[in-house]
């Protein structure tokens, strides 16, 4: 993640407080240095942003080190080097970390731990049990949870891992002393939410050296209540089969705001059953945060009697580098000191550093407003999205949670979820998934462009088993970091509306552009639903294997040149080319489409340009054979000439001095027999009338070439592939009055506006044709020098081949 230091001088100057009243010197020194080191980065991030593009000189190439040493400034220039060299080679992330003052405090948590470890083993004890205690104090009381304890840990899943092993030591006494011998006869089972995080399970089995049939996957709701909450009925059901099998029920893992969606399991009836067998509940989630509200659901309101709960205060707070945190309550210390839930060494305890100097500069209120800020936000996306049409919110209801999913659809009425585009008595299951899968793909790209759009928000797209794909808002994993306030989710809200004409109007425009194609000879309609645009499509040539599905070459530089004309045209559309997702021929793609699109239009000029592309190279390919043949033919003519002269004018005048006194005494009057080849009529002449009558014939006069696509007439300022809004309201009256005014006086001298079109057809022509004029001419090609005893065949024209 791209970092950016913001912070000034008063900032800092607020933060470090005056050094000089600091009685230890040490921590006086290491205070300055911090507070230099951190504003050298900050003068080059700035400068670094004033350059815009310019490459900073990078000394981060790995070398000898050097014998004297280096001073701080290089090294934090190293550092400079290393962390935003390569901004000109990868694109930077949208998200920019604001590292406030209690960013900065975070900071120095690390740096003072690592003066204090110097300290003395009697005061580093009492330092250390000091902000141990104090940490868990504060994070008891704030988060309701009490009589606790917490054990605080850099990876997120290796609080769980350690509440696994207490829970193994809990309920087999001997496994201190057996180990794994006491777990053959009774396997333990851990049962594990179908919502839970990815990877989870196989973390704990590979941190607790378990098999994986020890893991059990309890499903979801399918008939009543959330998709996203674990079934309760179903779970009692499993751990009295697991019972029966002579297994023992050890752990659950409920949720209190899914890693996907955000929703919270019914952790008080799963209270009241792990109770009932004797099992651990621990518990994970964003909703935990909402604890330190004044007002918390019951559903999350119930987490706080659970056995254990990890929690993540870093994000919620906006704090970097910041441990994680699992409070649990346990009775016995020796179980959780062979857990590795308690240490005794500092340097364990001094993991909490950071997070108690931050709790201390932010204050219960602070806290409690970064939360709800975050929560408010949620809320505020949600009742606007409401108002929006074909715009689906999955957490409708569940006010409380701070994570709002949502995704574009189109819904017929009294009938499920649905494109309009597609009857729904029609639809069989292989076109409900190609829909759905055309709806990920526009709910893709939806969320890609709100990422662009609004870099505050910290969308994520994420993809859903039921679903599908859609975009999550959880601004308490991400508000605090981006520093998102209200006016980014108005202007998120903004950009969604703004995005949704575009997106049912690429809905609507698929079919009519599949069925156009298919219409159209020469062009095959690829259907690739992963694509957001409104279609995919591939010009089929002369030589074209269908069967084949190997690249075509002669394809690859038709849809290269095609994709050329097209972009010139300076469309509203956005084209690309690519290989077939199923095969590896070159495809075109055609972007998104507004309501006004003329697919008519858009296929013709695909499958004209195309056309013109395949023809102008078979052209050219034929015109270089018939010139090769043509020059043989000459070759072989000028040499029969030549031996023909050399019989009439005999042996000695061959001879350089006799044939230079023969031809002066007796002169040879003999004309100049070269060969023009006639590009039009692909023949080959002599060059004889041209030396006689000191003229070039006018040869054949071809047809002119007819016009492959329609030229459609447009309005001032028009662009291509637009239906007309003539007769419409969505006209100026002062502009568009004099050019409608000029159209009718066309149209009254030309006959109509069919007429028109066909003559602005024949007048322009084809793109790529000759005009009558230049294909009249008898194009020839010069060889050799035009003196008139030179015996070599003319080609002229050179400048019409090139």
């Known amino acids: 993640m791209h970092v950016a230091f913001r912070s000034n001088a008063s900032v800092l100057r607020r933060l470090h407080l005056n050094f000089e009243l600091i009685a230890d010197p040490t921590l006086a020194e290491m205070g300055k240095n911090l507070k230099e080191a951190m504003k050298m980065l900050e003068d080059s991030q700035r400068r670094t942003e004033e350059e815009n593009g310019k490459k900073l000189i990078s000394g981060d190439i790995p070398g000898p080190l050097q014998g004297s ?4 400034v290089s090294i934090l220039q190293l550092v400079q080097n290393l962390m935003h060299g390569d901004e000109d080679e990868e694109p930077q992330s949208p998200r920019i970390q604001n590292i406030g003052e209690q960013g900065h405090m975070a900071l120095l948590g690390h740096s003072l731990g690592a003066y204090i470890s110097t300290l003395d083993k009697e005061k580093l004890r009492k330092l250390t049990t000091r902000i141990l205690s104090d940490t868990t104090l504060w994070l008891c009381r704030i988060f309701r949870y009490e009589n606790g304890c917490a054990y605080f840990h850099e990876e997120e899943r290796e609080g769980l891992a350690k509440i696994c092993r207490l829970a193994i030591h809990s309920r087999y006494e ?30 704990l089995c590979n941190q607790l050296g378990l ?24 779970l009692e059901k499993m751990i009295k089969d697991d019972i029966e099998r ?49 007002y918390v659901s019951s559903s999350v309101l119930a987490a706080t009697k659970c056995d254990s709960m990890t929690m993540t205060p870093g994000p919620w707070l906006g704090l970097p580098a910041v441990p994680a945190v699992t409070l649990y309550k346990h009775d016995d210390p020796a179980l959780t000191l ?69 995704r574009f659809f189109q819904e017929l009425p009294d009938s499920d979820p649905v494109f309009k585009a597609v009857p729904v008595p029609t639809m069989t299951a292989s076109a409900v998934g190609r829909e759905r899968h055309s709806c990920d793909a526009l709910n893709r790209w939806l969320g890609e462009q709100l990422k662009q759009l609004v870099p505050a928000s910290g969308l994520t797209v994420m993809d859903l088993e039921a679903e599908g794909t859609c975009v999550r808002f959880s601004p308490l994993m991400t508000a605090a970091v981006l520093g998102t306030r209200g006016e980014d989710v108005d202007q998120l809200v903004a950009c969604i509306e703004s995005k949704l004409p575009v997106l049912s109007s690429t809905l609507q425009l ?14 095959l309609y690829v259907d690739d639903p992963n694509w957001p645009g409104i279609g995919v499509v591939r010009y089929e040539h002369a030589n074209d294997d269908k069967s084949s599905l190997k690249s075509d070459p002669e394809g690859e530089k038709i849809h290269a040149g095609l994709l050329k004309k097209l972009n010139e045209l300076e469309s509203d559309l956005t084209f690309k080319i690519g290989p077939e997702y199923k095969s590896m021929k070159s495809c075109l793609y055609v972007g998104m489409a507004s309501e006004d699109m003329d697919v008519a239009e858009l296929v013709e000029t695909i499958a004209a340009t195309a056309r013109e592309i395949e023809e102008n190279s078979r052209l050219l390919e034929n015109m270089t054979e018939v010139v090769r043949k043509g020059i043989q033919e000459a070759q072989v003519e000028l040499q029969k ?48 009338p041209i030396y006689v009558y000191k003229a070039q014939g006018a040869g054949v006069t071809p047809p002119p070439t007819p016009s492959g696509s329609r030229t459609k007439q447009r309005l001032p300022g028009q662009k291509p592939f637009k239906r007309s809004l003539r007769g419409s309201d969505a006209l100026s009256e002062t502009s568009s009055a004099s050019h409608i005014e000029d159209l009718e006086k066309v149209e009254r001298l030309s006959g109509g506006p069919e007429q028109i079109t066909l003559e602005a057809s024949s007048t322009e022509g084809h793109p790529g044709a000759p005009s009558p004029q230049h294909a009249s001419r008898s194009e020839a090609f010069q060889k050799g020098a035009p003196h008139p005893e ?12 090139r």
């Open 69 to 72: 040493g280096q001073d701080m």
């Open 174 to 203: 001997d496994f201190v002393v057996d180990g794994f011998n006491v777990l053959y006869n009774k396997k333990p089972v851990i049962y594990l939410s179908a919502a839970a995080r990815p990877g989870l399970g196989q973390y």
């Open 211 to 234: 098999p994986f049939p020890c893991l059990c996957r309890v499903p979801c709701n399918t008939m009543f209540g959330s998709q996203h909450q674990m079934d309760v009925a179903f």
């Open 246 to 294: 002579g297994r023992l029920p050890l752990l659950l893992v409920a949720n209190a705001g899914t890693a996907a969606v955000g929703h919270t399991d019914k952790i008080g009836r799963l209270k009241e059953l792990c109770e009932q067998y004797g099992i651990w509940l621990h518990v994970e989630g964003v909703n935990l945060a909402t604890l330190a509200l004044g």
């Open 338 to 406: 062979v857990a590795g839930l308690t240490s005794n060494k500092p340097a364990d305890k001094l993991r909490a550093l950071p997070l108690w100097l931050s709790l201390q500069y932010l204050g219960l209120d602070g806290i409690v407003e970064r939360i709800k800020h975050a929560c408010q936000l949620s809320q505020r996306l949600q009742e606007s999205l409401k108002k929006v049409n074909y715009i689906k919110i999955l957490v409708e209801d569940e006010l409380s949670s701070p994570v709002v999913v949502f």
């Open 510 to 523: 698929r079919e009519e552009f599949k069925q156009e194609v298919e219409a159209t000879a020469g062009l």
């Open 641 to 688: 000439a030549n031996e023909e002269r050399l019989l009439e004018e005999g042996v000695l005048r061959q001879i350089p001095v006799v044939g230079s006194v023969l031809n002066w005494f007796s002169p040879v009057q003999a004309l100049q027999k070269g060969r023009t080849f006639n590009l039009t009529a692909g023949s080959l002449e002599s060059t004889e």
């Open 790 to 801: 030179d015996d070599h065949p003319q080609v002229e024209g050179a400048e019409s081949l």
